[in-house]
């Protein structure tokens, strides 16, 4: 099975701040790899899929990158509402598995 | 616009069996190109994906470690997935989620969850 292994388990950031939260997968798996955001009682929400695309209606300050077993979510500028948990999910073959999860706090 | 609904008791006795339904509105589950899956987020835990449906096949995929418990069934008449797990414990224990899968768009709508407390 692919493990996927998510860093910074936690992160604490100010608004404004530029964030970057990298998911590195056990196997290869070019670019089948899609980032969600989590909160508390609401639906999880996909940001982006294969690597690099954002889904629609996602503000453009979120982006992702990479390919093969390295991958990077990067938040360019901390807005107050994308505090949250967000986790990494390897859609390249089953058993389909996710990080662990990074939990963007407010400093 | 899609929207997915999961629904069952919260509290299920230890060796029995959970069920839950995942009902969608707003679209057909026999629309488009799509998987509709069942993951599961212990407290406190990450995400675990449970199995799925791909209704242009009429094919069940599960995960090998749930596989032996696990049953998913797809009414597309009714536009209701449902998930049983037989034998809980404890650690079944969890917010339970159905999902939209697109072919290359990972899980692109969820559902709000539903927690599920094994206990007696």
């Known amino acids: 099975d692919i493990q996927l292994t998510q860093s910074p388990s936690f992160l604490s950031a100010s608004v404004g701040d530029r964030v970057t939260i990298t998911c590195r997968s056990s196997q290869y798996i070019s670019g089948f790899l899609n980032w969600y955001q989590l909160k508390p009682g609401k639906a999880p929400k996909s940001l982006i899929y294969t690597a690099s695309t954002l889904q629609s209606g996602v503000p453009s300050r979120f982006s992702g990158s990479g390919s093969g077993t390295d991958f990077t979510l990067t938040i360019s500028s901390l807005q107050p509402e994308d505090f949250a948990t967000y986790f990494c999910h390897q859609s390249y073959t089953t058993p389909y598995s996710f990080g662990q999860g990074t939990k963007l706090e407010i400093k | 616009q899609l929207q997915i609904q999961e629904s069952g008791p919260g509290l299920v006795k230890p060796s029995e069996t959970l069920s839950l339904t995942c009902t969608v509105s707003?679209?057909?589950?026999?629309?488009?190109?799509?998987?509709w899956v069942w993951i599961r987020q212990p407290p406190g835990k990450g995400l675990e994906w449970i199995g799925s449906f791909y209704h242009t096949w009429n094919t069940y995929y599960y995960n090998p470690s749930l596989e032996s418990r696990v049953t998913i069934y797809a009414d597309t008449s009714k536009s209701q997935l449902s998930l049983k797990v037989t034998s809980v414990t404890a650690a079944d224990t969890a917010l339970y989620y159905c999902a939209r899968q697109g072919q290359l768009v990972g899980f692109d709508q969820w559902g709000q969850g539903t927690l599920v407390t094994v206990s007696s």
């Open positions: 707003g679209d057909s589950m026999s629309s488009g190109n799509y998987y």
